[in-house]
């Protein structure tokens, strides 16, 4: 299979090279920095784009098999101003609608587009069990995944087949959310965040590169999949394994109007959550390695 995937170069995007160079397959990657990309096989060809057109690297998405659409800028890396927030959505539309271009343009277009998303599509939802059925929230966060999959959608129209994955927090120590998490475990100040009561739907590394996988490889599937493991866990759950995986006190406790103060809007990607399964993704037989966080955890932090 040959595969294009943009926003190569970030956690997933890497680590998903590393699993289709593993089994044989031609790897693309788009970055904005290709002299700067690191962490990727030495078999894939990395492209230089700049993020927002299709200008320079379209003529690529000719005879690939496949295209993963994973840019998007980092919704963590700073308090949410104004421009940040721009900065942001135009990241996630810009490269969707570069990569309906390009595939438009295409004369043999490929037989899929991975369509990233985020299980903040469906907003806060307490303890309510949320499936791909759930419907959209209404915040800043469900808004933009809505737009988000949209920016692609029209590819079906080209008779591309549209698959979505609404991934959930990514667990890996290459980065992503668990180094942070860790940070404050080894000054003994690790702790639960607000009530502890919000869920976090998360994923190991392996599960969420094996389900993209999936999708690629099963063409009767198409449309949204929940990338997340079918147990989710309170941030309070999360913290007590996470401190008996690292052997570590979690004595702490992080108000939600401290996190508010520091954060801004931003801290309701800390403070509120998703009981998100996936539903969709178990029904077609998908199997994941890691469905318990203690073993996840385990895995991932004492090799």
């Not at 996630?92 to 309906?100: D, E, Q, S, V, Y």
């Not at 290459?174 to 639960?192: I, K, Q």
């Not at 099963?218 to 052997?247: C, D, I, M, S, Y």
């Amino acid at each position: 299979m040959k595969v294009l995937v943009t926003g190569g170069t970030g956690l997933i995007g890497r680590a998903l090279a590393s699993a289709l160079d593993s089994r044989g397959d031609e790897i693309l990657i788009l970055s904005r920095n290709p002299d700067k990309a690191q962490g990727l096989p030495k078999g894939a060809r990395v492209h230089r784009w700049d993020g927002k057109t299709a200008q320079g690297w379209g003529h690529l998405v000719e005879g690939v098999d496949a295209v993963v659409n994973l840019a998007g800028a980092n919704i963590a890396s700073g308090r949410w101003t104004a421009r940040r927030k721009r900065e942001i959505v135009e990241s996630r539309l810009n490269a969707g609608k570069a990569a309906l271009q390009a595939i438009k343009a295409a004369e043999h277009r490929p037989e899929v587009l991975v369509q990233a998303s985020a299980v903040g599509y469906y907003g806060p939802h307490g303890d309510e069990v949320v499936t791909e059925e759930s419907p959209p929230g209404n915040d800043f966060l469900a808004r933009l995944a809505v737009e988000w999959e949209k920016s692609t959608a029209r590819v079906e129209e080209m008779g591309v087949r549209h698959a979505v994955i609404r991934t959930g927090i990514v667990l890996s120590t290459e980065g992503g959310a668990l180094p942070r998490m860790m940070l404050p475990f080894r000054f003994f100040a690790g702790g639960v965040l607000g009530s502890g009561r919000q869920w976090m739907p998360w994923i190991h590394i392996a599960d969420e590169v094996s389900a993209i996988l999936f999708l690629l490889d099963n063409r009767e599937l198409h449309g949204p999949f929940n990338l997340t493991a079918p147990n989710p866990v309170t941030n309070a759950e999360f913290t007590k394994t996470l401190a008996q995986t690292l052997g570590k006190p979690a004595i702490m406790k992080v108000p939600s109007f401290a996190l508010k103060a520091i954060f801004g809007e931003m801290a309701t990607v800390l403070l509120d959550g998703q009981r998100a399964v996936p539903k969709r993704l178990q029904d077609a037989g998908f199997k994941f390695q890691f469905p318990e966080l203690a073993p996840a955890l385990k895995d991932l932090l004492n090799r």
